[in-house]
């Protein structure tokens, strides 16, 4: 739960960011119309600048307020930077654009960049925002420099109109070929919208401003394609696109994962496969439960031999102490986060690592130990030390973990026994409170333990057998 301080903490950023963005607005403009439009200091020009600096304050105050209603409190800080960081870069290069043609600005940039970043609904508020700003310093542009205000409005009309609709068409589930796809057609979109919209309103030369739309379409697709994976790896923040290439066999843990610890590949695997139906049912992200699924267990890459599912025939915890043996097996979970850190992997990833066992105990070595000790045994120093689950992703993985290996561990599973299994498995880990730091709620339990029952045939099929000698 968000506690009150950490609330204020999050509006006191907000203010700061949102301060930050109207003096940066502020401080280009001034420098475009001081030092390169050259235009005197005078009365008139004086209140417009008075005007736009209470005006974009009057924007913040809308912005906090949206804030609340669009639930920005729920983006996190880096989420937050990256959007005000586009706003900023987008209403910038807009604006010196326009110095060659109003019609050159790459307008829905914006909204493009954001829409890839998986933010539908921030898209569009920063679409409409970035237009406000740029509308704003056009017209104050147009009104003393003398110019009309009519290629403004059709600029603002295009920009509101193909913003909105890149927000919209560049869906969440995007591939990087999908999002050239759309873009191109919302680029093509802006063209037609502008061409007609010109032709109706204005009385310039047609081709001339055509080819400046077509010039702006062509930035926007550049920026928009270059700026996504820019801004994703700079803030970190995950894209479904991120999230494929994460979860490519080939990415360094991955890769290091199939070739040293083979069986925690597999078994990372078949997680996967449980934590991606879990998710889409609960209305979780499926693609952000695969890739927490495919890391929960890297850091089992610095002892991959003390894993069950990557022995054989020998077992190296028979020759040493349990306390040892637990040891080993709760350092995978550090470990995992540290190798996470390492590779920058994104922290909505990472945090599963360290979180995937909570606070449980290692039930074969305590037993293993209290058989040795004659039942003295305090079960503090048999349990994980990692945190317990903080999000909805991480309680999902921690069942789907224990249920792989309990179900693969199962004499000829049935329906009736995996669901008992489940229900027994999902009742201790609510019993030990494992579940009291994430929001994750009864129905969606049941709905995980339903989807597993579901699933696990398919995926631990039997083969028959070949007969011998065919
Ligand atoms: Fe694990
Ligand atoms: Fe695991």
Known sequence: ???????????????????????????????????????????????????????FFLIDGLMLYMYYVLQFNELKPKEQLAIVFIIGFTYTICLYLALISVYIMPIFLCALILAQLGQRSKAQFSNFLTMIFITYALMIHSLLTGESLLPVLVMMVSGLLCGGLSSIAISKDSSRLMFMWKSALICVTSIGTMAILSLILLDESFIDNLIYMCLSAAINFAFGLILSPLVERIFNL????????????????????????PGTFNHSLAVASFAEMCAANIGENPYLARACAYYHDVGKLANPLYFKENQSDYNPHDDILPEVSADILRSHTSEGLRLCKENHIPEEISHVTIQHHGTMLIPVFYFKAQKLTDGTVDPAGYCYHGETPK??????????????????????????????????????????????????????LSIIRETIINAYGGLFHKRLQYPEGK
């Open 1 to 55: 739960m968000t506690s009150k301080t950490e609330e204020q903490r999050t509006l006191f950023q907000a203010v700061l960011m949102l301060i930050g963005l109207s003096l940066w607005v502020i401080a280009v403009t001034l420098i475009r119309f001081i030092f390169i439009d050259k235009i005197d200091l005078d009365y008139a020009y004086l209140t417009y600048i008075a005007i736009s600096v209470g005006f």
């Open 238 to 261: 995950i894209t479904n696109a991120r999230l494929m290439e994460l979860t490519s066999h080939n990415s360094p843990l991955i890769s290091r994962l199939l070739k040293e610890a």
């Open 391 to 444: 999000t909805k992703l991480a309680a999902l993985v921690m069942i789907c973990d224990s249920s792989e290996a309990a179900i693969r561990a199962m004499d000829k599973p049935d329906g009736d026994k995996v669901d008992k299994l489940l229900r027994k498995l999902i009742y201790d880990r609510l019993e030990r409170g494992q579940f009291d730091d994430c929001k994750i709620t009864m129905r969606e």
